[in-house]
């Protein structure tokens, strides 16, 4: 089978060029990029896919998402994470161990990574936990889970406590070439805290989580990074104080990395006033200030990834009073359109915002993609820059609605996904 994909415009992200350029697959690579015009042939066998007007990108790779199953299929499972997945742009996903029981042996992640071949879709990378059970108390066995399928490590959802602990995990991970992922929280200081700890938190009545929770462990890591010169990754960055230390970090050459999620550059702690347990996330939605320093790390480079931190809950957890309600938004069908916005306000350049969304986290995850080269996988989405739609809850794959984006005008779509040559998802 040939796939010829014509007249669109092919970003790469690593050279940072957009050129006019004609994509030829066989079988579940690359065979050829040529010019527009250059290749001509028309043979029945060769499928054609009109992409004049579009950008062809590598496939979008997500390196932060919760996929639930094993555990709380209810929520989403492995298929319908995967699907939701395809229809964001994505290609390939890493999935974190928070399930039931939590992916931090051999035989969940093998589970995973089966449930994943099963369902089709997208490339499915697991996370395993850096400690037994994510209690904070004894490292899993790293080599095990790299054996199995594991392409990182972290706790997320819950930070390690102990940093004796993420020391050694730190010094061991490389070994096994495994990146540690760190969930920054002191939950001394977040304990009890449902929304940021601001003026809003003040006039709405609820118990607020300072960026200092957040940030104290940004600093320790960095300073576990230094010690030990091992790289560190950090997940979700919400607030500006965190963004300052990780580009002091940077300029003094300490290994690290990191992400924010869309929520994080999209919206603020406003966006709670009325109680909307859809806008509760941990880390939290902060200041207007935060939202900015989030986008001037982006811009700068301190921030390295656009991850979107998918946590699917149902009416269960998210119908009911503010203070019970979980933590946590879907994100995989938003994540492209919303850092679409920001290249159209002049925050990044496009080449660069699909670096962030795909070969940024595929380099610090060790995975393939992330570039559209000859000879290489067929990963890739074509993306309508100018499609424009109300985000209605019909269009949402996930098993779970939790978006605080439903209403919202979004501009730009994934338009055909393909994983390996084979295309999984093309919107109608
Ligand atoms: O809001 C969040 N939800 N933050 C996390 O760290 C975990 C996640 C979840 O698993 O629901
Ligand atoms: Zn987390």
Request: aromatic share 6%; proline share 6%; charged share 25%.
């Amino acid at each position: 089978m040939i796939t010829w994909i014509r007249g669109g415009d092919l970003i790469d992200p690593v050279s940072r060029k957009r050129e006019a350029l004609d994509l030829i697959i066989e079988g579940a690579k690359i065979s050829r990029i040529v010019p527009h015009g250059v290749f001509q042939e028309v043979r029945p066998h060769i499928r054609q896919i009109e992409a004049s007007g579009k950008l062809v990108v590598p496939g979008l790779i997500d390196m932060h998402v919760h996929l639930r199953e094993p555990g709380h299929e209810y929520k989403e499972t492995i298929a319908t994470g995967a699907r939701a997945a395809a229809a964001g742009g994505y290609t390939a996903v890493a999935c974190m161990p928070n399930t039931d029981p939590p992916n931090d042996c051999r035989a969940v992640t093998e589970f995973i990574l089966e449930q994943a071949e099963r369902a089709g879709f997208v490339r499915v990378y697991p996370i395993a936990a850096i400690s037994k059970g994510q209690t904070g108390e004894g490292l899993t066995d790293f080599g095990d889970l790299k054996a199995a399928g594991a392409v990182g490590l972290s706790d997320d959802g819950f930070p390690v406590v102990n940093s004796e602990l993420m020391r050694r995990a730190l010094e061991y991970a490389p070994f096994y070439g495994l990146r540690v992922i760190s969930h920054c929280e002191d939950r001394n200081l977040s304990a009890g805290g449902v929304m940021h700890e601001g003026v809003v938190s003040t006039q709405i009545g609820l118990a607020g989580i300072p960026d200092a929770s957040e940030d104290i462990m940004v600093y320790r890591e960095i300073s576990l990074a230094r010690l030990t010169k091992k790289p560190v990754h950090i997940a979700h960055v919400s607030a500006a104080s965190s963004v300052q230390l990780i580009r002091r970090a940077k300029e003094d050459g300490i290994p690290v990395t990191a992400e924010t999620a869309p929520h994080y550059f999209t919206l603020d702690h406003r966006r709670v006033m009325g109680y909307d347990t859809l806008a509760k996330v941990n880390p939290p939605l902060r200041t207007p200030e935060d939202v900015a320093a989030v986008k001037s790390g982006l811009r700068e480079g301190v921030i390295d990834v656009v991850a979107t931190d998918h946590a699917p809950h149902s009416p269960l957890e998210k119908d009911v009073e503010f203070d019970r309600a979980a933590f946590g938004m879907i994100g995989l069908q938003t994540a492209l359109p919303l850092t679409l916005e920001l290249v159209r306000e002049g925050v990044l350049e496009l080449v660069d915002a699909i670096n962030k969304l795909s070969w940024a986290g595929a380099t610090i995850l060790g995975v393939p993609g992330g570039r559209l080269v000859e000879g290489g996988i067929a990963d890739l989405t074509i993306i309508d820059p100018d499609y424009e739609y109300a985000f209605e809850p019909d269009r949402i794959l996930s098993k779970s609605k939790n978006s605080p984006f439903i209403g919202r005008k979004l501009k730009g779509i994934a338009e055909l996904t393909m994983v390996g040559g084979r295309v999984v998802w093309e919107k109608k």
